[in-house]
């Protein structure tokens, strides 16, 4: 059963670039046709998709996110990265890296709390 993992930096400050992994376990992120996606939830708001990264390698993002952001893949370490570049405030939040595909349940990560802070 597949399981996944984010690690990174729990405080960063502003204007930096925040970068998270998630560690995939028991599946290969290259296995079509699955889609490994960042999302967010900032304190006392709804989840927000960042963006995800296919099997393929292909890469999407949000439209209000995308000018900053990043999503990269290792398939030797079977990890996938977001980089979310000039950070302020408000990107604090709990983000989460999730498993999609096409008549399957999603499989989420735990989620890992960022703070953006001086």
């Known amino acids: 059963q597949v399981q996944l993992q984010e690690s990174g930096p729990g405080l960063v400050k502003p204007s930096q670039t925040l970068s998270l992994t998630c560690t995939v376990s028991?599946?290969?992120?290259?296995?079509?046709?699955?889609?490994w996606s960042w999302i967010r939830q900032p304190p006392g708001k709804g989840l927000e998709w960042i963006g995800y990264?296919?099997?393929?390698?292909?890469?999407y993002y949000s439209p209000s996110l995308k000018s900053r952001t990043s999503i990269s893949r290792d398939t030797s370490e079977n990890q996938f990265s977001l980089q979310l570049s000039s950070v302020t405030p408000e990107d604090t939040a709990v983000y989460y890296c999730?498993?999609?595909?096409?008549?399957?349940?999603?499989?989420w990560g735990q989620g890992t709390q960022v703070t953006v802070s001086s």
């Open positions: 999730a498993r999609g595909g096409i008549g399957v349940p999603p499989v």
């Open positions: 028991g599946g290969s992120i290259t296995t079509n046709y699955y889609y």
């Open positions: 990264i296919e099997y393929s390698g292909s890469t």
